[in-house]
């Protein structure tokens, strides 16, 4: 090609960019959209805008493949340049260190992206041709390269094939990949991986055990940041049970925010210096679930680091604020006979034996919940009264797994049942005709043109904007049970296991989620 024909495609570059730029600042050669413009040029400007932000991201994408495959191409001819009398670790830092003064990137950013470019070009096919196709950006990028960074070469071909080809037997529902937000994308990818990885979750999580810590780091303007690396049970509760403490605290007179309320309640906790105020006066209690071809759903006791005492001494939070977590669990691995992971609410997959412990710990009430044996997908349920019972809302949890707003993060413990055709206009109170946005995006679908579009008994609301354009939601990722050896549908032995679980479905839970 020549470095000439890499100087006209940069010129080329720069005047559509110029080009772009005019448009968004009103000064193109002509409106937007024709029809809009003359009806309303303000809804032709913004669908104009957007479709600028639309191409904006494909084009980025495919500089980002541009940019990896320019970095390895370097790499391997400077290499060659340097020949065998460079030792190699001198090498790499010199490729590093021009690559970085190039991009204007520290050492260490500068390794990180060569690595990535790496595995980009020599183990992910698949994602870069997304990433140079611009249905895949950069950061999605990344996701992958760190999720298969610890997966042999068989695991990474199969998680990028989950997520990357849609002709695969277990292909990703939902979303598109490159449609999500890359930390969303990071949750599901890691999700998969869990679930796959060669080695035991049992064994790669005693390893974490042994790593927990506390970690400080400073801050500019005398702010600095305190966290734990602690087993994923404990640190849901935590959060569970400081946003609970947190809800508990607001009200009229109250003026801070929900995370000044957190981050209140968790400096009194740490530093013994006195109770929040308020609180609800509901009982202390983190819950469970179990789910296989039959399974149960279990309301389970403080456990995890989650209750709390009947005093609330100094430096504690109120006993009356409940720690509530939420753990999917099939049946089999609940009785130890498999170790398929369990699904901690609003974190992912966990060993098996701290779903069985949380459980242990004072599992009072269950749930039966049957699940489709071909794909892991819970089945439906239907009512024909407006109230929504707590079996529906602990099922519709485990449909949606979070808000289905396009990429909010906020767990089902945080979230409110909604009817998504109004009780009042026919709509049943249905699987099928409820979602559960979190607070913030309840009130954005009552209070502006936003829509949750129709539902399906394993698929929750994708949403329709202002504009007209659809989002499709994401999915959970369900997957087949395990049947432990010897186990086969219609064998003696299952049909005395649903026959137990059935006796044990049907005890009340104690208490509902905290509510606004």
Not at 49 to 59: K, M, N
Not at 294 to 309: K, Y
Not at 364 to 375: E, I, Q
Request: aromatic share 6%; net charge neutral; with cysteine.
């Amino acid at each position: 090609m020549g470095k000439a024909a890499v100087v006209r495609a940069f010129e080329d570059i720069r005047a559509a960019l110029a080009v772009l730029q005019a448009e968004v600042d009103g000064a193109g050669l002509e409106a937007f959209a024709d029809i809009d413009a003359v009806s309303d040029p303000l809804a032709g400007l913004a669908d104009g805008c957007l479709d600028i932000l639309a191409g904006a991201r494909e084009v980025e994408a495919r500089v980002a493949g541009v940019k990896a495959k320019a970095a390895v191409g370097y790499a391997g001819a400077a290499h060659a340049v340097a020949g065998t009398g460079v030792p190699m670790v001198a090498q790499e830092m010199a490729v590093a260190a021009e690559v970085g003064c190039v991009l204007a990137l520290g050492p260490r950013a500068a390794g990180s992206f060569l690595a990535t470019s790496h595995a980009l070009t020599s183990s992910l096919p698949r994602t870069l041709e997304a990433l140079q196709s611009g249905t895949l950006s950069w950061q999605h990028a990344l996701v992958l390269a760190d999720e298969t960074a610890s997966l042999d070469v068989a695991g990474a071909a199969a998680l990028e094939a989950h997520f990357l080809d849609p002709e695969a037997q277990d292909a990703a529902r939902g979303c598109p990949v490159g449609e999500l937000p890359a930390h969303r994308f990071r949750v599901k990818a890691r999700t998969w991986r869990e679930r796959h990885h060669a080695e035991s979750i049992e064994k790669r999580h005693a390893r974490g055990v042994a790593e927990r810590r506390v970690e400080f780091r400073a801050d500019r303007d005398g702010m600095a940041w305190l966290g734990a690396y602690l087993p994923a049970d404990q640190a849901m509760s935590g959060w569970n049970r400081l946003t609970a403490a947190a809800r508990g605290l607001q009200g009229p007179a109250e003026d801070r925010t929900m995370p000044q309320l957190r981050a209140d309640s968790f400096a009194a906790a740490i530093l013994g210096s006195g109770n929040t105020r308020g609180g609800s006066t509901s009982l202390s209690r983190a819950s469970a679930s179990a789910s296989a071809t039959a399974g149960v759903l279990a309301a389970a006791g403080p456990g995890a680091g989650a209750g709390g005492t009947d005093g609330a001494g100094p430096g504690h939070l109120p006993s009356s604020v409940r720690a509530e977590v939420l753990v999917t669990v099939p049946v089999f691995a609940l009785m130890g006979l498999t170790d398929e992971p369990a699904m901690l609410d609003g974190y992912g997959p966990v060993p098996a034996s701290m779903a069985r412990r949380l459980v242990a710990d004072g599992a009072g009430s269950f749930y039966r919940v049957l699940v489709d044996p071909r794909d892991g997908a819970p089945l439906e349920i239907g009512r024909k009264s407006y109230r929504i019972p707590r079996a529906m809302r602990a099922w519709l949890r485990m449909r949606d797994g979070k808000c289905p707003f396009p990429g909010c993060s906020n767990t089902s413990l945080d979230t409110e049942a909604d009817h998504l055709l109004a009780w009042h206009h026919g709509g049943t109170t249905g699987i099928s005709n409820l979602g559960q946005p979190c607070p913030k995006h309840h009130r954005l679908r009552h209070t502006t043109a936003w829509k949750p579009t129709p539902a399906s008994t394993n698929e929750p609301p994708g949403w329709t904007s202002p504009t007209g354009r659809h989002y499709t939601s994401e999915h959970q990722d369900w997957e087949p049970p395990k049947w432990p050896p010897g186990f086969l549908p219609g064998e003696r032995s299952r049909v005395r296991e649903r026959s137990l679980l059935g006796k044990r479905a049907f005890s009340p839970m104690p208490c509902e989620p905290p509510r606004r």
